[in-house]
Every structure is written in structure tokens, then in C-alpha cells.
DNA sequence: AAAAATAATGAATGGCTATTCATGCTTACC
DNA sequence: GGTAAGCATGAATAGCCATTCATTATTTTT
């Protein structure tokens, strides 16, 4: 989408603008109305960077980013390989756009289900279960993050100390919340607890990718691991 | 030290039996008696193998195996290219070699820590002290670990499946001794929690290693992990 | 101290694959 | 139905880097 509208106003601008007679405006002006909010160009190209996308998070996700081809990834996107390089830069901005796009999404989600609730018991408990959740639903982007958030390029560790962070840091407010209230240890820090939660949560995931014999349903998981979260920093009522 | 043995057995069998004189046999019993346990070429060898281990705990730690060169490995070992060769069948087989030597080694240290105690409250504190400690102690081996315990290429798996679970069932073992002696509430299924504790320690690794500004001291993380962890796992007393 | 055996070197090789680009194809408009 | 603009293609390019190997150095043996 970015670099379509890019590529609209580059067109415009490269065009002198003497050669804006009537017809020329008239066709701008039908462009702007039909094309690009719902034309058909336009669909298509989303089309494709989404297929591209999903096919990307397959390839990575089972083969990690540095054994992934990109003529794995066009093949799985039923794509020739050049046209990948139509809807990213490189192979590494596939990867970035991934996380930029899923770890958004799942921000957001997870935000509002938090909004439903006032308790940060419950909260911790609706925490654990949407990042599992994740690794059911999303198998395959489930394994990439798995795979390359821990993967040690110094470029990768700037991107990471921004987006992931974010992610985790909700797990930290939660403590905080519920210290406040009175609901958890106070003595405790927040900034491990939510490290050991995110691991324990993270631990999990990679349990469930690794094995294909999941022995315990999603919720008795969830179940568990905040239950022992909860009575260990929970002061005792 | 392996491949040296089989070295020396291929000198010995390809040799015919014929001319194993009274001089070679001299030679021989002196080779086997001063120069395989200590001779000078021995030690040589070992040396460079080590120093070569080494070197690569640093370069795959900081970089990833996969962005690690083997010239930069050489590099740091002081050793020409190609000598790497020498003592290595190829990038990877480094790898897999650091894995089942420092990992044993870690293995026979905790269970002799463990073996001390009884208690398996404070073995799961005494594991968790142990495996924080590898990660200021040894800090290229754990970003090693932390790196490519995950990177996902089905030979890593299979290895991965071998070694790495003697290590975490560890902690299932002491889990499951403490249901046993009525210490730790019995529902709660070992499979489950050993992960969980793994991940949480395993976060705080990540944690450490990511931020040079450490705010927590090694024994409160360790202490504060497994304190939250027993509280959450112990029955009431 | 020469010869033989072993070890180390690093430049050259070769394979691999991300990326490019000349070409052909589709679509949108007149 | 012809034309132009934008798209898609995939073979060719180009760079990287693990691995090899002819050569040199070192050590051991006689």
C-alpha cells in the first residue's frame, strides 16, 4: 500500500506540469475517485503482498529466516521470484514487515480484551491465553518470532528494543496495576516479573511448535502458568 | 581428542602387520607410552581445538551461526582458515561440538550441585542459581544457546531432542520428587512446569544479555524466579 | 643434519542464491 | 482493437563465503 502510493505521486510529479491539460486532469481526477480507494491495480497489489506475506511466514517459520529461500517463499506465494522484489525491498524487509504488521495486530487485540476486565488476576490469566492462542491460530508466525527475535544481528536487536517491547511491557503495567491495588507482592519487580511471565508463556509456545503430540489442551496451559504466577506474586488474602 | 585417536589407529592398521620389526615395535610402545597422554603433539592439538571452541563461542555468541564467518572464527582464533578444517569437519559439526561439550559439562556440575541437597524447594533454587550464573560466567556460550537452541533446521531439532532434554527434564525430575513428598501440589503436571521455570530463566538470560545495564544482581533474579515458583507450586503448608 | 612426517597456511575454487532487468503479458482506456 | 501503462516473469548476474589444496613451515625421526 505505501509504495503504491508512492509510486502514484512519483508518477505525478515526474509528469511536467504543463502537460496538465483537461484531459489529463479528468483522468487524475477519475484515477483519485475509483482507483485508489477500491481499483481493481489496487486490490491486486495488496492481493499480492499479503499472498507474499503469508507464504514468507510459512517458509520462515519452518525453516528460519537464514535457510529460507526466496524462491521458497515465491513458490509458495505462486509468484515468479522477481516479483517479490516488486513488494519489498529485500529479503530482511519481508521479515521486518511481518513483525511490524502481526505484532501490531496483536497489540491491539490483546489491548481490547484487556479493556473488558478491571482485575489483574483475570488480566494476567487473559494474557496468557492470547499469546497461546497465537501459537494455535498462527502455527507459522508463531515459529517465526520463536526463531528470529532471538536472533542476534545488531540490526535485528535495534528493531526488536522497539516493537517487541511494547508487547512485553503489558504484562509489566499489569503487575503494576495490580501492586497498586494491593492484589500482588509489592516487594516484587515488576521488570523480572514480566520477563519470567513472557518466558514461561514463550517457554510454552516453543513446547507446542517442537511437539506435535500436544498432551494438554491450550487452556489447561494458560490455566496453569497463571495460576502459578498468580499465587506466587499474589499477597496472601 | 577423538579425531586424533582415530588418527593414530589408521596408522597403526594401515601399516602391515610384516613389518612391525623389533624397532617399530620399540617405537610404538613409546609412542603409546609418552606421546598419546601427554606427548607434545597431543597437547598441541588440543590446544588449537579448544582455541578454536573458544573463538567460535565468541563470534557465533555476538553474531549468530549464521552471520558468523568462518575467517572471522579464524580470526579470533589466531589460526589460519583452513586450519579450522583440520580440526572440524565444517561450520555446523563447530557448533554441535560446543553444544554436547559445554552442555555436558553444565549437566554434570548442576547434578553434583543438586546431589548436596535434599530439599527440592531449594534444588529448584540451586538449579535456577546454577543456570543464571552460566549465563554472567560464560556469557557467548549462553548467547549461544539462546540463539540457536531456537534456530529451526530439522537436523538442529533432532539434536536438540537429545541433548538439550536431559537438561530441562532436570527440572521435571525435581518437580516431580517434591509431588512425591507432598511439597508441591500434585495436580500440577511436571511436563508443564519444568518448561515454564526453563522459560522463565531462560528469559532472564535474554534479558541479560540484551541489556549491558544490569538492575537486578544475579542471586535476587535467581531468588525471586524460584521464589515465585515454589509459592506457586507448593501446597499450602 | 637431512629426510620424513605432520601441521598450518591462505589464495583459489565452486556452489549457492539474493537481486536485477530485458522481455513478454495484462489491463485500462480511447 | 490498438495503444500505453503498469505488472509479472525467470534467466542471467554478481557477490559472498565455506571449503579445498598446493605450498610452506615445523616437528620428529634417523
Known sequence: MNSHSLFFFYYLTASPAIHIIRNEFLFILFFLLFLLPSGHTYVKKADKHQKILVAATKVFGSKGFFSARISDIAKEAKVADGTIYLYFHNKYDILLTLFEEEIAKLIVDIKAALAQEEDPRRKLYIFALHHLKLVIEKKELAEVLQME???????????????????????????HQGQKSG???????????????????????????????????????????????????????
Open 183 to 237: 492484589i500482588f507482592r509489592p516487594e516484587l519487580k515488576p521488570g523480572i516479573i514480566k520477563r519470567a511471565f513472557f518466558g514461561a508463556l514463550d517457554e510454552m509456545s516453543r513446547l507446542w511448535i517442537l511437539n506435535s503430540d500436544h498432551a494438554y489442551t491450550i487452556d489447561d496451559t494458560a490455566d496453569e502458568i497463571s495460576s502459578i504466577f498468580l499465587n506466587g506474586i499474589s499477597l496472601p488474602a
Open 149 to 175: 527475535l532471538r536472533q542476534s544481528s545488531d540490526s535485528v536487536k535495534e528493531y526488536r528494543i522497539t516493537k517487541f517491547v511494547d508487547y512485553v511491557n503489558i504484562i509489566s503495567g499489569i503487575i
